[in-house]
């Protein structure tokens, strides 16, 4: 059967060769087909479209949402330091201030090398909290600025302690 068809094709290719459709016959097969209507919901088009949407607009909420978290939480949380470190650095001014009355700073090289150490580990320890803010920073500069206040009060006391121990040795001399 199908060599007898092809060769039926092959003597009457001449006829087929110079026959062209009409215009209307591509608008006449359409209208004849089942379904003329498309229904836009069976587009595959919009459904990328509307995915492409969903997935930007998925995306940006994230970014802007992570973003914004750390934003407000850096804010409180500098902003609970500072007041902190107000009350904390006048405290330690006025200890300074004290001790540089009472007695020449250079006299102790060791307390002025630990307090100069705690300083730049503050300075460090700021920056930080500047750039990644967090509870650990925080924390850690508090402990800071109370470790300084400690070794402040604490040649505080060593000074009084050899104050008194040299108005004794006065009393007893006399």
Same mark, same amino acid.
Not at 10 to 16: K, L, M
Not at 77 to 99: A, M, N, P, T
Not at 104 to 119: A, G, H, R
Not at 122 to 148: C, F, G, T, W
């Given at each position: 059967?199908?060599?007898?068809? +092809?060769?039926?094709?092959?003597? @009457?290719?001449?006829?087929?060769?110079?026959?062209?459709?009409?215009?209307?016959?591509?608008?006449? $097969?359409?209208?004849?087909?089942?379904? +003329? @209507?498309?229904?836009?919901?069976?587009?595959?088009?919009?459904?990328?479209?509307?995915?492409?949407?969903?997935?930007?607009?998925?995306?940006?909420?994230?970014?802007?949402?992570?973003?914004?978290?750390?934003?407000?939480?850096?804010?409180?949380?500098?902003?609970?330091?500072?007041?902190?470190?107000s009350?904390?650095?006048?405290?330690?001014?006025?200890?300074?201030?004290?001790?540089? @009355? $009472?007695?020449?700073?250079?006299?102790?090289?060791?307390?002025?090398?630990?307090?100069?150490?705690?300083?730049?580990?503050?300075?460090?320890?700021?920056?930080?909290?500047?750039? @990644?803010?967090?509870?650990? /920073? +925080?924390?850690?500069?508090?402990?800071?600025?109370? /470790?300084? $206040?400690?070794?402040?009060?604490?040649?505080?006391?060593?000074?009084?302690?050899?104050?008194k121990?040299?108005?004794?040795? +006065?009393?007893?001399?006399?």
């Amino acid at each position: 059967m199908k060599d007898s068809l +092809k060769k039926f094709v092959d003597e @009457h290719r001449q006829e087929f060769d110079h026959r062209e459709p009409s215009p209307d016959a591509w608008s006449r $097969i359409k209208s004849s087909l089942p379904g +003329k @209507h498309i229904s836009l919901w069976n587009n595959a088009m919009v459904w990328r479209v509307a995915a492409i949407v969903f997935f930007g607009l998925s995306v940006y909420l994230f970014s802007t949402r992570t973003l914004n978290v750390p934003t407000r939480e850096s804010a409180r949380l500098q902003g609970e330091f500072s007041d902190l470190e107000s009350f904390y650095s006048e405290q330690i001014e006025e200890k300074v201030e004290l001790i540089s @009355h $009472i007695q020449n700073f250079s006299d102790e090289e060791q307390f002025t090398q630990d307090l100069e150490k705690l300083e730049a580990m503050y300075l460090v320890l700021r920056e930080q909290m500047k750039s @990644h803010p967090s509870e650990k /920073v +925080k924390d850690a500069l508090i402990l800071n600025l109370l /470790v300084r $206040i400690d070794l402040l009060n604490q040649q505080i006391e060593t000074i009084e302690d050899s104050k008194k121990t040299k108005s004794e040795t +006065k009393e007893s001399s006399v």
